[in-house]
């Protein structure tokens, strides 16, 4: 593997987990906004102490999270969530129920989309044309 594929590989990881924490962060904001959340109410969820999930949320965090932990803080948000891939060349968008391929003609850009509904947040890497359900979108082109 070259340099080039390695600073790529590095970017993708880190797009990546920037996008978790965005997700999380924007949950916690929610809940925070409404009252009655506090990160030591998630940190006895979790069954860690309140600074480690405190550092976790911090400006200069990348934590470097595995599945389980990613699924243990969304059980403990009492979050659902949604895992899809986007296809760079054609657009098509694979997803646990099978491929959703591109409308004929649009461009694949790849964006990463956070949605808050309600008490739902749904972060997806997709194309740019599939970025505009739910209330309340942001896109954000990489």
């Known amino acids: 593997m070259n340099r080039s594929e390695d600073h790529m590989r590095a970017y993708n990881r880190g797009m ?14 929610d809940r925070k906004k409404r009252g009655g959340f506090t990160f030591q109410a998630l940190a006895k ?13 911090s400006a200069d965090a990348q934590p470097n999270w595995s599945l389980d932990t990613i699924a243990d803080i969304a059980e403990a948000l009492n979050l659902d969530l949604q895992v899809t891939a986007t296809d760079r060349v054609t657009g098509a968008v694979y997803g646990s129920t099978g491929v959703r391929h591109a409308p004929m003609g649009l461009p694949a850009k790849p964006v990463v989309t956070t949605t808050v509904s309600g008490d739902r947040l749904r972060i997806t890497k997709a194309p740019e044309y599939v970025a505009t359900w739910g209330t309340k979108t942001r896109s954000m082109a990489f």
């Open 45 to 57: 969820a979790l069954g860690r102490d309140k600074s480690a999930i405190s550092r976790w949320f």
């Open 16 to 29: 990546m987990r920037s996008a978790v924490v965005s997700l999380f962060w924007a949950a916690i904001a």
